[in-house]
Nanobody, 115 residues
Framework: QVQLVESGGGLVQPGGSLRLSCAAS????????MGWYRQAPGKQRELVAVITRGGSTNYADSVKGRFTISRDNAKNTVYLQMNSLKPEDTAVYYC?????????WGQGTQVTVSS
């Protein structure tokens, strides 16, 4: 069973940056398209960034130009570089394998953007 462990969240001021990491146990990581999701209080989980096995990326309009997803298959890790953060980016961030999300969800990492 592949497990996902997200890290790198924290409290940051508007305009600041954070880099999230999602480490997957198991060598099958490289076969999956990976994605970052977020869930704000009282809202549904939304997909914000996707990266294919080959490195092609796609972003939700709300984060386009500010967030960058990348992956290191040798380290079984996917990253999310978040710049120019806004209060509306506040959420718990998760990774998984869109669109089917075949892996068990990790605990997520909390990102709070506030002055």
């Amino acid at each position: 069973q592949v497990q996902l462990v997200e890290s790198g969240g924290g409290l940051v001021q508007p305009g600041g940056s954070l880099r999230l990491s999602c480490a997957a146990s198991g060598s099958i990581f490289s076969i999956y398209t990976m994605g970052w999701y977020r869930q704000a209080p009282g809202k549904q989980r939304e997909l914000v960034a996707v990266i294919t096995r080959g490195g092609s990326t796609n972003y939700a309009d709300s984060v386009k130009g500010r967030f960058t997803i990348s992956r290191d298959n040798a380290k079984n890790t996917v990253y999310l570089q978040m710049n120019s953060l806004k209060p509306e980016d506040t959420a718990v961030y998760y990774c998984n394998t869109p669109p089917v999300n075949v892996l068990a969800w990790g605990q997520g990492t909390q990102v709070t953007v506030s002055s």
